[in-house]
């Protein structure tokens, strides 16, 4: 069991309040409050709770004293979710991981910071999985698969052993990679496509087998540039 900590959740949309009722009910530590930009920041309380300004997350809740956990989702290819983890850290705060009591965990999986494993998930034998990597409900990740970081895994996907899926990509529901493929970074899985071989650098792939379409991954999630 983790040792609690009491936990500040950047972010106050559904992806905050469902890491708020996973991380209260699914977890020892404890909830203390939410962050979020001041530009977007309708509220004062969110179940009961202060909802501060990011902008001075430090002085309402110190990282000496705290922790972390970004609760956004895929945003912008998850360039979102990075940006404001890569903040906190630069804040001084160590970021909770959420693995629900309900998932399949090998006792030699290891997992980044910021992340959050969903009920029934399978992780078998030498998985890793990185920091900021989101893993919905009902996914297979099978032996000696690497996931890296900043990923978003949506639910029933199927990860064969061996596959080693790049930085930042987004893997829709239902898709399936076969044994010992890699998937390049920033590339975005469609629903049901089916991966047979190596894909390339910021494709979007669907379809059975999975065909790269002509406009790449940055131009579907709205990614500029310069955010790469």
Request: glycine share 8%; charged share 25%.
């Amino acid at each position: 069991m983790d040792k609690p900590s009491r936990i500040v959740i950047v972010g106050a949309g559904e992806q905050a309040e469902i890491a708020c009722e996973y991380f209260t009910h699914d977890s020892p530590h404890e909830v203390v409050g939410f962050a979020v930009d001041a530009d977007y920041r309708d509220r004062d309380e969110l179940f009961g709770l202060p909802v501060v300004d990011f902008e001075r997350i430090a002085e309402s809740f110190p990282p000496a004293e705290y922790r972390a956990f970004v609760a956004i989702s895929s945003t912008q290819l998850n360039r979102v979710r990075t940006r404001l983890y890569r903040e906190v850290k630069r804040l001084g705060y160590t970021c909770e991981t959420y693995v629900s009591s309900h998932a399949f965990v090998w006792r030699d999986v290891e997992i980044g910071e910021n992340s959050f494993i969903f009920e029934s998930n399978v992780l078998q034998y030498g998985v890793t999985v990185g920091d900021n990597v989101i893993l919905w409900s009902g996914n297979h990740v099978g032996h000696q698969t690497s996931i890296a970081d900043n990923c978003f895994v949506a639910s029933h996907v199927v990860i064969s052993g061996f596959c080693k899926i790049g930085e930042s990509c987004f893997l829709g529901v239902n898709s399936c990679f076969a044994e010992e493929l890699s998937v390049a970074a920033d590339c975005v899985i469609g629903a049901g496509a089916v991966v047979v071989k190596d894909t390339e650098p910021k494709g979007v792939y669907v379809g059975n087998p999975a065909r790269r379409l002509d406009h790449d991954s940055f131009a579907a999630f709205r990614v500029e540039e310069n955010e790469g």
